[in-house]
């Protein structure tokens, strides 16, 4: 298989596919394709179908298998980027939920919980993640802009929780308390931080999702108005 990432703020992956070459997606993100690649629905079974609802994916994935040379795009559905990761055994990755977007059919999709109590009580978006295992290519999509940083060991970074986008298995997380009374009342960042420890790579992104809306609510016109 080979891709190339296309657009702007709104980008695709076109996915360039042998014969029998397939791609594994979840529902809705496929925006075009050549007539002679074909579409298939499946659960996976009922203990991948509990997974992605956790993980907050769809209950089904679309499988497209190429029946000779074949092309097919996924776009993402946030403006944002796309993030190619080259998946094999001993380079795992844990990616932010819903992230998904698509990858070749070696590519394996669960659930990751983070194991420290504090980031299962007031973690939030980082208490569920995804792991990507296997082998084979996989796009996940990035809210905004990516920013990305090699951790030592031992080396650590303050991260707004929704701002985490994904990282290495090596690089451990955890859930701090916002220091001081005051700052947690008034400083408006919220009560908890996210600290992620080297080493290993991890990837942050400039625009959550939650953050754009959280903005754009007080102008949404509502029944009393």
């Given at each position: 298989?080979?891709y190339?990432?296309?657009?702007g703020?709104?980008?695709?992956?076109v996915?360039?596919?042998?014969?029998?070459?397939?791609?594994?997606?979840e529902?809705?993100?496929?925006?075009?394709?050549?007539?002679?690649?074909?579409?298939s629905t499946?659960?996976?079974?009922?203990?991948?179908?509990?997974?992605r609802?956790?993980?907050?994916?769809?209950?089904f994935?679309?499988t497209?298998t190429?029946?000779?040379t074949?092309?097919?795009?996924?776009?993402s559905?946030?403006?944002?980027k796309?993030?190619?990761?080259d998946?094999?055994p001993?380079r795992?990755?844990?990616v932010?939920?819903?992230?998904?977007?698509?990858?070749e059919?070696?590519?394996?999709?669960?659930?990751h919980?983070?194991?420290?109590?504090?980031?299962?009580l007031?973690?939030?978006?980082?208490f569920i993640?995804?792991?990507?295992?296997?082998?084979?290519?996989a796009?996940?999509?990035i809210d905004g802009?990516l920013?990305?940083?090699?951790?030592s060991?031992?080396?650590?970074?303050?991260v707004?929780?929704?701002?985490?986008?994904?990282?290495?298995?090596t690089?451990?997380?955890?859930?701090?308390?916002?220091?001081?009374?005051?700052?947690?009342?008034?400083?408006?960042?919220?009560?908890?931080?996210?600290?992620l420890?080297?080493?290993?790579?991890?990837?942050l992104?400039?625009?959550?999702?939650?953050?754009?809306?959280?903005a754009i609510r007080?102008?949404?016109p509502?029944?009393?108005?």
């Amino acid at each position: 298989m080979q891709y190339e990432i296309q657009g702007g703020s709104f980008p695709v992956v076109v996915c360039h596919l042998s014969d029998r070459e397939t791609m594994i997606t979840e529902s809705g993100s496929m925006v075009w394709m050549s007539p002679n690649i074909e579409m298939s629905t499946t659960g996976g079974g009922v203990g991948k179908m509990f997974s992605r609802m956790f993980s907050g994916e769809n209950l089904f994935q679309n499988t497209y298998t190429a029946h000779g040379t074949g092309m097919i795009a996924f776009g993402s559905s946030f403006p944002g980027k796309i993030l190619p990761l080259d998946i094999y055994p001993g380079r795992e990755m844990i990616v932010q939920k819903r992230s998904f977007l698509a990858s070749e059919a070696g590519v394996q999709l669960s659930i990751h919980f983070n194991q420290r109590l504090g980031t299962g009580l007031f973690g939030g978006e980082g208490f569920i993640m995804q792991r990507l295992s296997g082998r084979g290519m996989a796009f996940v999509e990035i809210d905004g802009e990516l920013v990305e940083y090699h951790l030592s060991p031992g080396q650590q970074i303050v991260v707004d929780t929704g701002n985490v986008a994904g990282f290495e298995p090596t690089v451990s997380m955890e859930i701090r308390q916002v220091p001081g009374l005051k700052n947690k009342i008034f400083g408006g960042e919220g009560l908890f931080n996210t600290l992620l420890t080297g080493p290993g790579r991890i990837w942050l992104q400039t625009m959550p999702i939650y953050s754009v809306a959280n903005a754009i609510r007080p102008y949404i016109p509502t029944g009393n108005d």
